[in-house]
């Protein structure tokens, strides 16, 4: 039996804590939260008694196996850290630091324990995802993907969290090297890491505000971000961010040299392209033909998903914390590598210092300051 504890009692948490219960052999035995009152609303909410303000206390009380955290960015790295050094595991809500070095710090500590840390790239573990995943590993593609397409959408209208952001240039996120990116991309830069190679030699970002953003105010904040890499075998790659266009889309594209896979999260959907081609007028009709076949395709196996209670939100999450579970308990493969976690920060830190350069140079002075403490305190 696993013991859990959960620090940050937000919105997100509640999540974290529903995938948690649908997962056997495991207890979540303690939230911790700087605001008590939050802790002890999520605890009424799912049963949890033991509730804290302070960490070192719920440590030392709870003794919990693993931790999750799902506090704003900021705070990743220092609750990791203390977190790991009192011998738990740590699974960290997206972003998982706030710059690579941290990362690097973390994960290095953890090694050195002999503990185990993951990132909250959930949308990595979606059915959907999963079945690609599978195919690739199977030869479809016919050999390494020649391009790859990551787009993600985020709504501003009418959301909360967004109007809180917007609304006051106090709110957290303005202090991220990469503001609202910083919070949201690595679902989609994630998904292109696990197939680059780590010698990204070109990374080009550019960044702009939207007339909405403009509109509204919000410092320097940008909303509409395109980068464009490429790796040492030439695999080239696409990432989109924007909150304006419609439909929403969380989208992955993968060109092989002999057939193509597209990815739609939000639609539960995997359409397979094959590369043969067609004579004259067969063009117009077969390959329509086959995209209609494989859009039908996913409707029925997404009816059997939803009848076989399969289908449901945040599968992914309950799929990523159950895998790390596992490897936790017998020491297997970690679920999202070291490596994609490592390249996905890395590429974050370059996309910020190109798109917020001012900003940029500032926070890596004062991160660097930051890092040699940590990385002494490591060693240690």
Not at 17 to 41: N, P, S
Not at 216 to 232: A, H, P, Q, Y
Not at 271 to 293: D, H, Q, V
């Amino acid at each position: 039996m696993l013991h859990i504890a959960v620090i940050g009692c937000g919105k997100v948490a509640d999540q974290h804590v529903q995938a948690i219960h649908r997962i056997a052999d495991c207890e979540i035995v303690a939230l911790c939260d700087r605001e008590l009152v939050m802790a002890k609303q999520l605890g009424e909410r799912f049963g949890v008694s033991a509730c804290f303000a302070d960490l070192r206390e719920m440590l030392d009380a709870a003794s919990p196996d693993v931790i999750h955290i799902t506090t704003p960015p900021q705070s990743h790295f220092a609750l990791a850290k203390q977190c790991l050094e009192s011998g738990a595991h740590v699974y960290l809500e997206k972003p998982f630091t706030i710059t690579a070095g941290e990362a690097e710090a973390l994960i290095q500590l953890a090694e050195h324990r002999g503990l185990k840390v993951t990132v909250g790239h959930n949308y990595q573990f979606t059915l959907e995802m999963l079945e690609m995943r599978r195919l690739i590993s199977e030869g479809y593609l016919g050999g390494r993907p020649i391009h790859l397409e990551s787009y993600w959408s985020y709504d501003l209208g009418g959301s909360m969290y967004a109007g809180a952001f917007l609304g006051s240039r106090a709110h957290w996120l303005h202090e991220l090297p990469g503001q609202l990116f910083h919070n949201i991309i690595s679902h989609g830069i994630a998904k292109l890491a696990e197939f680059l190679d780590d010698d990204v030699r070109l990374i080009v970002a550019t960044a702009h505000r939207s007339s909405q953003v403009s509109d509204r105010g919000g410092s320097d904040l940008m909303d509409e971000l395109r980068v464009f890499l490429r790796d040492k075998y030439g695999t080239t790659a696409l990432f989109c961010f924007s909150t304006q266009f419609k439909p929403a889309l969380n989208r992955l594209r993968i060109y092989g040299p002999h057939n193509s896979l597209m990815v739609d999260i939000l639609t539960g959907t995997l359409i397979k392209s094959a590369g043969a081609s067609y004579k004259s007028y067969l063009t117009y009709f077969i390959p329509p033909w086959k995209n209609a076949r494989e859009y039908v395709r996913n409707l029925r196996l997404n009816i059997t998903n939803f009848i076989r209670q399969r289908l449901y939100q945040d599968f992914g999450m309950k799929e990523l914390i159950e895998r790390f579970y596992n490897c936790i308990r017998l020491n297997t493969a970690l679920p999202i590598p070291y490596r994609e976690i490592l390249l996905t920060a890395r590429i974050m830190d370059e996309i910020f210092a190109q798109i917020y350069p001012t900003r940029g140079r500032a926070s890596a002075s004062k991160q660097m300051k930051k890092q040699i403490a940590d990385y002494a305190d490591v060693a240690d």
